[in-house]
């Protein structure tokens, strides 16, 4: 089972930026932000392959957001920018530990606990 711990969550100024941060502890094929509002699905938002470090973007975010890891493999960034109110959400990190579908949340593994990113107009 793989580690997950989200950080950098935060409320935030539409227009502004924010970066999260995940650690990960154990194997992975690739790692994924997903996030959640209520009464709808966890929704795809970015990946990225982790031995190669391939990135896959939603529509909404691909010319906005990016996602890296450090060298070390041992820490997942989203880099958000100019956030709009209707990305307010719980955000989550999550790992798959085999070959999958990157935008399929029941592809990935395991979870982190999620962190809530919170945009004002």
């Known amino acids: 089972q793989v580690r997950l711990v989200e950080s950098g969550g935060g409320s935030v100024q539409t227009g502004d930026s924010l970066t999260l941060s995940c650690s990960v502890s154990g194997f992975v094929y690739m790692m994924g932000w997903f996030r959640q509002i209520p009464v709808k699905e966890r929704e795809f938002v970015a990946a990225i392959g982790w031995v190669v470090p391939k990135t896959y973007y939603s529509a909404s975010v691909e010319d906005r957001f990016t996602i890296s890891r450090n060298n070390a493999s041992t820490t997942v960034y989203l880099q958000m920018n100019n956030l709009q109110p209707e990305e307010t959400a719980i955000y989550y990190c999550?790992?798959?530990?085999?070959?999958?579908?990157?935008?399929?949340?029941?592809?990935?593994?395991?979870w982190g606990q999620g962190i809530q990113v919170t945009v004002s107009s």
């Open positions: 999550a790992a798959r530990t085999r070959p999958g579908s990157y935008n399929d949340r029941r592809d990935y593994d395991d």
